[in-house]
């Protein structure tokens, strides 16, 4: 484990989503009480988005922005809320020079799969056709999101190219839960990292797809055909069940002919990014809007 990640695993158990109430508070009160992000040079403005049912968004443009991400928070499908991201959201977007799009997408098990991914496809779709009022180059909008979120950019991408559905420029896959089957050696052996767990995702999972069998938008990497998706960034953390899965599924956009930059970052367990005084962590978050950034260029 890095050095200056090493002392915060104590105070990273897994969170109990047994009981989603209790959790879904922990979860809430962390964020809260974490450093407000500077939002200098940000405009933010919180949108609604029309659909079945109205999907809320917080818009974060940076002066001059004319690309955008369509950004999908973590928390296990289960728990945040646009409030709790605004950590994730600031940062990605003052560092990428972006506008980032935060959805807030349903939680499940009230609104069990697909009712996240169909949020994030009336968010994209909405950005598209809306992207001259949101001074937003239409060529130039990625889908991108942590863990759960990641997943669901995933799922975002291949429906937007099996339904001919708007031109996306890239994914940013962080983290990202990829294959329900929790068969890679990650899932097998790293049982009991900080935060992500096996019993965590397993129970992730459930709530997410209750007795749905997994299609690919749900598990992408049960997706046979990953040809003529978008350019990908794709990072993992060593301590992490879902890290093989990542890993498995950058080689294989590989090889079907996608382009893909793939961080595998040493000493690091899932979310580990939050702890901001860690060198590494500062390391992964620039990587990761230096990825966006030169893949929405101009």
């Known amino acids: 484990m890095d050095p200056e990640l090493e002392p915060f695993i ?23 009480a974490a450093p407000a992000p500077d939002t200098t040079g940000l405009e933010i403005e919180a949108r609604t988005v029309p659909a079945d049912p109205d999907v809320p968004v917080r818009i974060y443009r940076p002066e001059g922005a004319r690309a955008a991400l369509v950004w999908l928070r973590g928390g296990a499908w289960v728990m945040g809320d646009l409030d709790a991201d605004r950590h994730w959201a600031v940062r990605i ?11 807030g997408y349903r939680l499940a098990p009230e609104h069990r799969f697909p009712a996240a991914l169909d949020d994030v496809w009336a968010v994209l779709n909405w950005t598209a056709e809306h992207a001259a009022e949101l001074g937003i180059d239409p060529d130039r909008i990625a889908v991108g999101g942590h863990s759960a979120g990641a997943n669901l950019a995933a799922a975002t991408a291949l429906r937007a190219r099996d339904e001919q559905g708007p031109p996306i420029r890239f994914q940013l896959l962080n983290e990202a839960i990829l294959d329900d089957r929790q068969q890679s050696w990650s899932a097998r052996n790293f049982t009991e990292t900080p935060w ?40 993992t953390s060593e301590f992490d069940p879902n890290r093989d899965e990542g890993i498995e599924y950058a080689v294989r956009l590989l090889q079907a002919g996608v382009p893909v930059e793939l961080h595998q970052w040493p000493g690091t367990f899932h979310g580990s990014q ?17 990825a966006l950034r030169r893949a929405l260029a101009e």
């Open 10 to 32: 104590p105070m990273l158990a897994g969170p109990d989503l047994t009981d989603l109430a209790t959790a879904r508070k922990n979860y809430a009160e962390r964020a809260a």
């Open 93 to 103: 977007a003052a560092a990428s020079g972006v506008v980032v799009i935060s959805v």
């Open 196 to 235: 992500n767990t096996r019993a965590v995702a397993t129970a992730a999972l459930g709530h997410y797809l209750g007795s749905t069998p997994a299609t690919p938008y749900a598990a992408p990497a049960r997706a046979t055909d990953l040809s003529g998706l978008p350019p990908a960034y794709v990072a």
């Open 274 to 290: 939050a702890i901001l005084s860690a060198e590494i962590s500062q390391r992964q978050i620039a990587e990761l809007t230096a």
